[in-house]
Each structure stands twice: as structure tokens, then as C-alpha cells.
């Protein structure tokens, strides 16, 4: 009945719950002072005598003090324990004024117990009042919206104070918390009580919880993923918190709760950079990006900004790609950035813009990298990932630039597929070059997949899950490595600084994932259940599609085992065999003439003899030349 009540006192006008709470104040304040009489007498009707004049003088003390410690300018429905000091405050401010005033005028028959009794039934009066308030808007709130029960893992001060943001959401209702620390449990936080963690499978069953929330900020990778392995086996949705940094400061709000980012599944801790080796090729230094709009060659923009160039060049073909680097990088960072169209094909372009801004470091990033994309496009592939780096390459040595580094792909390795043997090539061309170069020093810098690129698997199974499935996997045993975006950007850099020319780098990419496990994490992490021949109901199927044109089950970062340590932990330098500088400009001036003839199977040829390692899986596939002509 007073849920019903309060329902249209909580959707008046702000100002008018600030006049009731004023006025409600104004009752109260006389009525606790009859109270402390009554308390003190042990009567209902106790003798006043000159105590009359408090009921007047109490109210006029304690609503100014009250007024100037902002309490009529607390929301109720979040009102916290610092409301309840800022009532103890007032009461007591208010509470000594009246003694004060009742001394200097005189007043008589009033015990002095009088005030001190006031003093705590004010307190509790007041306080009360708001805290039955805010009660009787929880009650409301969780009638008027049917919110998902969750449970948050977590009962430091994030989770306290995301418990006390959630309370008034109308997604999410905070049931219980769960916590490692033993000296937390059973105690009651925020009207929560703090479990252990083996409680959890009860807790889910017994108390209808829809998710589970992470509210760990400080965690490393390496314990969240290994509190994903306990929350795996459970039937709920598991999703993580935005840290209380990242809500205070505004960046984030409580619709930013979101599902568990990648990292946390392999649990891999990024290695602290060296700071030495990431400002040594770029800081003060004239530095160029190709392929800028690119997920790698935006992640190597975004670090290179921050270590202050004297100036960005971002070089790219694509315009929306290089407009929205560049515009992100004008709004967020004060590095000075010239944008510039272009195709690393083109040698004069190329020669004029090293010139003219006197470029020092170059890292090349633009390629073709998607495997059946480049299967299905054999010339333009050869055209980009060859061509492109053997002119990029011969302008910066022709230019005086200091230092180009080439990013590379473990698919480079004994490769199966011309995308692969594009990339080989172009590292042998860089070896090459570098053997005969007194100017640039060249390196090249290896690695596997990184999470959240474009054509990774990551983003492609998470929008799968969101459409209800199938996940569609090439093959059940495929096993890849994977790193984030910004780790490899900052291994690139570093790597890059250690070169003395020719050095291949390959990073150390920690273990291999299995895709068809990485899928089933996901699918039973978002609540679901795979649907298999065990499981005929459950809710995502994995489907195995084949292994498309190219694709190996596994990658690999070494082609041989002559492997050195560098002096970062996560980097390696590669002994590879060579070929020499004549016999590749020969292969070069083949590409060039059958690309002009426009014959892939010629051209995937002469890519074999230059990358004797190339063992192709498939038959050419280049999409233009398997069409019939049009007559």
C-alpha cells in the first residue's frame, strides 16, 4: 500500500520533493524534540515549561544547517552513507546552536539531557526519513522494471560501488557478491552478502541469476582467465564492469557493460615496454606509416603519436581509411600529421614524398593479407605485397631513409597459400637489400594473428553468437596464435629499434589456441550451449565449413631453429637462409612482365622459384581468369 502511495511522490518535479522534504523536516524537528521530553520523563505528556520555545527555535537552527550542507540537494534514490553524515553533521550543529541559544536566553525547566536525547532522535528522524525513502524506491524500481539478477565477482571498491550504481538500473539488480579474500565472506556490503567462490553454482540455481559481472579493474589476464575456467561450466552469461576510474571521469556509463574481451579468455599479461627502444627510431625523428588505415598500421600510428615525432605521415590508399585515422588522431593526440593518398606501387610518388618531408623511419605496414582474398586475386596480391615493398623499399634507400621496418606474418613460414609467399618474398627482397645498402637499414618483424584485426576470427565468431549462430569454423583442429593489436604495435616498434639490417624479428606470440575450443568458450561465456550430438537442444552450433583455398591448420613463426635471444624477453631474431640480389631482381622484372600480361599461373610460378619453401594447396584460383570472357 505505501509502494502505491509513493509512486507518484517519486514522479513529482524535483523542487516539489525538495519543498516536502523541507516541510517534512519542519515536522519532524518539533517532534523529536517532544520525544527527548517524553524520553526523559518517561511520559506521554511531560511538563515543557520554557521547553515550548524549542519547538519553534529547533526547527529555524537545524533547516538552515541543513540547507547549507546541501542535504535537500541529495537524490534520494542514491543517497549513500555520506548523506547520513552529512544528517549527523547538521543534527549536531543544529543541536549545539540550540543549546547555545538556550543557555544565553534563559530558559527554564529544560534538563540538559534534553539536548542530548534531541541529538539522537533527530538524528534518527531525519536520517531515517531518507533511508525509508530511498527503500520505498527500490521496492518501486524493482517492481516497475524486470532487470536481469546478476552477481558481481568482486566486493572491493569496485564492486561496492558498482553494486550501489547498479541498484537503481533498470537492467541489471545486484543479488549477491562474490569475492577470493575469506576475511569478506558472510560479511553484508551495500545489503549484499559476500560469498565464496565455490558457492557460486548454488547461488545461479537458488537465486535465478542471469549473469554474472566482473568487477576486477586491477586483475592480470592471467587471474581473470583463470576465474573464466571456474565461471565456464555455469549456465549464465558472464560480462565485465568498466573500472570506477573510467565511470567517475565520464568515459564510460553502466550501458558500457560488456561481454569479456579476448584477452581475458588467453589469458596473455603484455610485457612492459622499453622505453629506450620505442622513442630510439621515432622521437623527434620525421616518421612514415604505410598502410596507415590498416588495423596494424593504425595501432602502430596510435603508439608512434604518443612518443612524439616531429611529424606522421600517414600513407594510404584507401581515402575512408586514411580520413578516419587521421581525424581520430587530430581529435586525441597533439602529434603533428600530414595525411597522403597514395599506393606504395607507385615509386614516384613514393621518391617525392621521402624527399620532401626528409623521412627518417619508415614502418610498412600495407599489404594484402587475407588468404583466400589474395588466393582469389594471385596478380594484385603479388603487385601489393612484392612489387609494393621491393619500390617502397629501393625509394628509401634511393632517399636516405634511415631505418625501414616490414611487417610480416607467421603465414611467411614454409607458406601454403601466395599470400604467404608474397610476404616470404618480400622479406627476402629487404635481405637483400639490406646486404648491399650503406644508408637504410632494413628489418623485418614477424608474428601470428592479432585479436580485433580485420578477417580475425574473434569479431567474426562474436557477431555470429549475437545473430544466434552457426559459428562456422574451416576446420575442428586449427590452431592459431594470437596478440593484441597495441602489444604487437609496441613489439613492432621495439623490434625495429634492435635492428642492424637484414635481421628478421619473430615475437613471441605465448601459446597456441585451438579455434574449435576458442568457440566453445565464447558460446557457454555468453550464456548459451553448444548445440552437438550430445546437445541436439542447445542454442549455437559450431559448423565446420572446410579448410578454405590456402589455409593451414597451423602457423608457424620460425623456419628453421637457428633462433637468438634478443634483449627483450618477447623478441627473437630469425637466422635465415638468403638469396641474393641479382636473382631477385630478376623474379621482379618477371612479375612486372606477367602481371602486364596478366597471367597469375606464370606469375604464381616464378612466386615459387623465388620462395622455394612455397608448397601451394590449392591450384591457382584468381577470380578474374577462372570467368568466361564475355563475347
Known amino acids: 500500500m505505501l509502494t502505491k502511495l509513493s509512486k507518484p511522490l517519486f514522479q513529482l518535479p524535483r523542487w516539489q520533493k525538495r519543498f516536502l522534504l523541507l516541510t517534512l523536516d519542519c515536522l519532524l524537528i518539533p517532534f523529536a524534540i517532544w520525544a527527548s521530553f517524553a524520553l526523559r520523563y518517561s511520559t506521554w505528556t511531560p511538563p515543557l515549561n520554557d521547553g515550548v520555545w524549542l519547538f519553534i527555535l529547533a526547527p529555524l537552527f537545524a533547516v538552515p544547517v541543513f540547507i547549507r550542507l546541501g542535504l535537500y540537494r541529495a537524490i534520494i534514490r542514491y543517497i549513500t552513507g555520506d548523506a547520513m553524515i552529512a544528517v549527523l553533521h547538521g543534527v549536531t550543529l543544529s543541536t549545539m546552536a540550540l543549546s547555545l541559544i538556550s543557555t544565553l536566553i534563559r530558559l527554564e525547566g529544560i534538563p540538559r539531557s534534553i539536548y542530548i536525547i534531541y541529538w539522537g532522535t533527530a538524528f534518527l528522524l531525519i536520517g531515517g526519513s531518507r533511508y525509508w525513502m530511498r527503500r520505498q524506491f527500490q521496492r518501486l524500481h524493482n517492481r516497475q522494471y524486470d532487470r536481469t539478477r546478476i552477481i558481481i565477482y568482486g566486493a572491493g571498491n569496485s564492486g561496492m560501488q558498482l553494486a550501489t550504481a547498479l541498484s537503481s538500473s533498470t537492467e541489471f539488480r545486484p543479488v549477491a557478491l562474490i569475492d577470493d579474500n575469506p576475511t569478506l565472506h558472510k560479511a553484508n556490503i551495500q545489503g549484499l552478502k559476500v560469498h565464496a567462490p565455490d558457492e557460486l553454482p548454488s547461488l545461479v540455481e537458488s537465486l535465478d541469476v542471469g549473469q554474472i559481472l566482473l568487477a576486477l579493474p586491477s586483475a592480470s589476464h592471467a587471474r581473470r582467465k583463470e576465474i573464466l575456467q571456474t565461471l565456464e561450466p555455469l549456465p549464465v552469461q558472464v560480462r565485465t564492469l568498466p573500472s570506477i576510474t573510467d565511470l567517475v571521469d565520464g568515459n564510460l556509463t553502466l550501458g558500457d557493460i560488456r561481454d569479456i574481451p579476448i584477452e581475458d579468455l588467453l589469458g596473455r599479461d603484455p610485457i612492459p615496454p622499453n622505453t629506450q627502444l620505442l622513442q630510439a627510431n621515432i622521437t623527434d625523428k620525421i616518421v612514415m606509416v604505410t598502410g596507415a588505415g590498416g588495423s596494424i598500421g593504425s595501432e602502430l600510428c596510435r603508439q608512434i603519436a604518443k612518443l612524439s615525432p616531429s611529424q606522421l605521415l600517414l600513407f594510404e590508399q584507401s581515402e575512408f581509411a586514411l580520413y578516419t585515422i587521421d581525424q581520430e588522431l587530430r581529435t586525441e593526440t597533439h602529434c603533428p600529421v600530414i595525411p597522403l593518398l597514395g599506393s606504395v606501387t607507385d615509386s614516384g610518388r613514393m621518391q617525392q614524398i621521402l624527399r620532401t618531408f626528409g623521412v627518417q623511419t619508415i614502418y610498412h605496414a600495407a599489404a594484402y593479407k587475407h588468404v583466400p582474398m589474395v588466393e582469389h586475386n594471385v596478380l594484385e596480391g603479388i603487385r601489393n605485397n612484392v612489387l609494393g615493398t621491393w619500390r617502397t623499399a629501393q625509394a628509401a634507400q634511393q632517399c636516405g631513409v634511415e631505418t625501414f621496418v616490414l611487417i610480416s606474418t607467421d603465414k611467411a613460414v614454409r607458406p601454403t597459400n601466395t599470400m604467404g609467399a608474397t610476404k616470404r618474398c618480400a622479406e627476402l627482397l629487404l635481405q637483400a637489400l639490406a646486404e648491399e645498402s650503406k644508408t637504410t637499414r632494413f628489418t623485418m618483424v614477424r608474428f601470428g594473428n592479432v585479436l580485433g584485426s580485420s578477417g580475425s576470427v574473434v569479431p567474426l565468431f562474436c557477431e555470429q553468437i549475437r545473430q544466434g549462430g552457426p559459428i562456422t569454423l574451416t576446420h575442428s583442429e586449427i ?67 572446410g579448410l578454405r583455398p590456402g589455409e593451414k591448420l597451423y602457423e608457424e613463426l620460425l623456419i628453421g631453429d637457428n633462433v637468438l635471444p634478443t634483449q627483450h624477453h618477447r623478441i627473437l631474431r630469425a637466422q635465415e637462409n638468403q638469396i641474393s640480389i641479382d636473382a631477385l631482381k630478376s623474379y621482379v622484372q618477371q612479375f612486372e612482365m606477367l602481371i602486364a600480361a596478366q597471367n597469375p599461373a606464370a606469375a604464381r610460378s616464378v612466386l615459387q622459384q623465388a620462395v622455394q619453401e612455397f608448397k601451394p594447396q590449392c591450384d591457382v584460383v584468381d577470380s578474374l581468369h577462372r570467368l568466361p570472357i564475355a563475347a
Not at 621495439?494 to 566453445?520: H, N, S
Open 479 to 545: 590452431i592459431r596464435y594470437f596478440m593484441t593489436i597495441p602489444e604487437a604495435a609496441q613489439l613492432v616498434i621495439q623490434a625495429g629499434a634492435m635492428g642492424e639490417g637484414g635481421d628478421v624479428f619473430v615475437l613471441d606470440m605465448g601459446e597456441p589456441v585451438r579455434i574449435y575450443d576458442l568457440a566453445k568458450r565464447m558460446i557457454k561465456l555468453s550464456g548459451l550451449q553448444v548445440r552437438d550430438e550430445q546437445h541436439p537442444e542447445g542454442d549455437i552450433e559450431i559448423r565446420v565449413t
